[in-house]
């Protein structure tokens, strides 16, 4: 396993259309993380997983938001109805759980809504 | 209100030149955890160091290390003999109580170009 990995890198949309990025965790690790990041700031907690179960949204994840862990594994994050706004990067995160444990990162969508 | 400070916003230093990276943070919480993240170029957020809050001893990691003061809520970091490759943007993240991922405070990082 060589980390966690986010697909795709890079993604240029249209306002308006749908958008869903993928991320694979180190298989070992049972809690998963989304953040968003933009430019010149730190990363901004959006969602945690334990598991298959989402545990915590941020109030930043507006309806428009959603993502899923359907198996424990894998994880999606949708954006519906992109905005100029929506562009960032998007990380992902997994971690072991217990206290203090750090989490990996991987490399990132890239979103750029245009 | 919860915060992280890096006041440095920018340094430049040359190939082999020890570097400090300054952190103050505000937290509620009377443990909590530390963290140190490194991003290069790249973009992958890197750990780099974990200290909890009731453990004051600071420890040298290699070319790291750090220096931990609960009185003063600061836990800076250093880079001893810095190379090219240590070039990225460093982000120091006070966690809470629970050490949690998503408790954690970002700051802005602070931007550390090492030239050769």
């Known amino acids: 396993d060589t980390g966690v990995s986010q697909d795709p890198r890079h993604k240029i949309t249209k306002r308006g259309q749908n958008v869903t990025f993928r991320c694979d965790p180190i298989?070992?690790?049972?809690?998963l993380y989304w953040y968003r990041q933009t430019l010149g700031q730190g990363p901004e907690f959006l969602t945690y997983?334990?598991?298959?179960?989402?545990?915590?949204k941020s109030r930043l994840l507006s309806d428009r938001f959603s993502a899923e862990r359907p198996k424990g594994s894998f994880s999606t994050l949708e954006i519906q109805r992109t905005e100029q706004g929506d562009s960032a990067m998007y990380l992902c995160?997994?971690?072991?759980?217990?206290?203090?444990?750090?989490?990996?990162f991987g490399q990132g969508t890239r979103l750029t809504v245009v | 209100a919860q915060k992280v400070t890096q006041a440095q916003t920018e340094i430049s230093v040359v190939e082999k030149e020890d570097v400090t990276l300054d952190c103050v943070y505000e937290t509620r919480d009377t443990t909590y955890y530390l963290f140190w993240y490194k991003q290069p170029p790249s973009g992958e957020l890197v750990f780099l160091i974990r200290r909890n809050s009731f453990d004051e001893q600071n420890e040298i990691s290699g070319r790291y290390s750090w220096n931990f003061q609960k009185s003063t809520s600061s836990f800076n970091f250093t880079i001893t003999a810095s190379q090219v490759v240590d070039s990225a943007v460093y982000f120091c993240a006070p966690g809470g109580r629970a050490g949690n991922n998503r408790k954690l405070i970002w700051g802005l990082g602070t931007s550390l170009a090492v030239n050769p």
């Open positions: 997983f334990q598991n298959e179960a989402q545990l915590e």
């Open positions: 298989s070992e690790h049972n809690r």
């Open positions: 995160a997994s971690s072991l759980s217990g206290r203090g444990t750090e989490a990996f």
